[in-house]
């Protein structure tokens, strides 16, 4: 069901292709990239967008790292290229916590993605989109192209390297695996190794967009619109969203109400379903199937002590100011998973819990409470340099 405002049938995929409006986006072709798996991709080619403006030495610039759907569209309005507004709009920009007239701010759409960097609808070397021959990566290839895009940048250390979700497991394998590469870190909602549970919640929205018809074994690029995988895409998405909130604001915005001009009892929708239609909806005309299983694979592969002597081991390499900030409410990164990830990090306070009934979306909802702790972070000398910042103006 379209939503409001949205005709036709959804696209086979919602993802970025040449010859879109660019909206913010700049590109950096960072060549080819050795992943994890020893498998080697080609010509890879990285969006991001930036705001503000870098030091001669670079040492101002901040990394954001989105999480699973997001992009690289961190600030700004919706329009050409970018059908959606910036998700940490509040975040960024003169008098913001990241203060644009003080801090030069990085944004990369991931490795995987759908937003303008290479990934499953991409074009391949061969001229077709690469679909189900884009090789399985992870968050430590993920960071590996950061780093190149950072080489190309002439970045040699993050002030901050910050993100919730996915863009959380992103920051921390930063620090871990390029200590001397981030002199602050701030992971909001996220884990250092996904558990079972998680695992078990990615599995059955993979089974839902692998199991229609029109994923073609992930070769769908070519369908028309209405033919590409969006219903397994869109239940994928309504699994997850129930995931992103917590049970009591869900009980509090919709309790057992029928959706307005419905009448549950003879098939109509209740509320709570039409808000996860409509979230449906809209991610499956943004968005691409391919990258959603790709970016989720990887997520389930998170493990930042995997080969590194476990978890305690591989945190204790990082070097970085750090503070880790769980969610209240969260039901899918639980404050405990925040918990020891806090406690294994060096030197880091005890996890910052924002309190919100918003559930595991608290980190991209109260963003007030995360500009605190940018803004704290920010005052506070980094590792591995200890140079404090310099004051602004």
């Known amino acids: 069901m379209p939503a409001p405002g949205e005709v036709g049938p959804p696209p086979a995929s919602g ?8 909206g913010g986006r700049r590109f950096c072709a960072v060549g080819d990239l050795r992943l994890e798996s020893g498998e080697v991709l080609p010509d890879v080619v990285l ?13 101002n610039v901040v990394l954001v790292c989105h999480a699973l759907t997001g992009d690289s569209h961190v600030s700004g309005p919706a329009g050409e290229g970018h059908p959606s507004p910036g998700w940490w709009d509040a975040l ?10 003080r801090w030069c701010v990085v944004a990369v759409n991931v490795l995987g ?7 499953p609808s991409s074009t391949a070397p061969d001229g077709r989109p690469w679909g189900s021959r884009f090789p399985a990566t992870t968050v430590r290839d993920q960071v590996a192209a950061e780093a190149a895009l950072a080489d190309a940048l002439g970045v040699s250390a993050w002030a901050l390297v910050l993100g919730g979700s996915m863009g959380g497991m992103r920051a921390l394998e930063w620090a871990v695996d390029r200590p001397e590469r981030v002199r602050r870190l701030l992971v909001l909602a996220s884990c250092a190794a ?29 369908a028309a619109d209405g033919e590409g995988p969006h219903r397994g895409l869109g239940v994928a998405r309504r699994i997850a969203h129930t995931t992103y909130r917590s049970a009591e604001e869900l009980g509090e915005r919709f309790g057992r109400a029928g959706q307005p001009g419905e009448d549950p009892s003879r098939g109509g929708r209740y509320a709570v379903e039409s808000y996860l239609d409509h979230h449906a ?13 790709v970016l989720v694979r990887a997520m389930n592969g998170h493990d930042v002590g995997r080969g590194r002597g476990g978890v305690a081991a591989a945190l204790g390499r ?31 306070p005890p996890v910052r819990v924002l309190e919100s009934p918003a559930g595991h979306d608290g980190f991209l909802v109260e963003v007030e409470a995360v500009g605190a702790l940018v803004r704290e972070l920010l005052a506070a000398p980094g590792g591995p340099t200890g140079l404090a910042p310099r004051p602004a103006g």
């Open 15 to 22: 993802a970025w292709r040449p010859g879109d409006p660019v």
């Open 47 to 59: 969006a991001y967008e930036t705001w503000g403006e870098p030091d001669a030495d670079r040492g």
């Open 92 to 101: 960024v920009g003169p008098g913001r916590a990241l203060d644009t007239r």
């Open 113 to 119: 993605g759908c937003q303008g960097s290479t990934g």
């Open 194 to 222: 996904s558990s079972a549970d998680q695992i078990a919640w990615s599995a059955a929205q993979l089974a839902a967009v692998e199991g229609d018809a029109g994923w073609a074994g992930g070769d769908y690029h070519g």
């Open 281 to 293: 909806d809209k991610l499956v005309r943004r968005f691409d199937a391919g990258s959603y299983v």
């Open 318 to 348: 990082v070097t970085a100011t750090a503070t880790v900030a769980a969610v209240s409410s969260d039901r899918l990164y639980p404050v405990r998973d925040s918990e020891v990830l806090a406690a294994a990090l060096p030197g880091s």
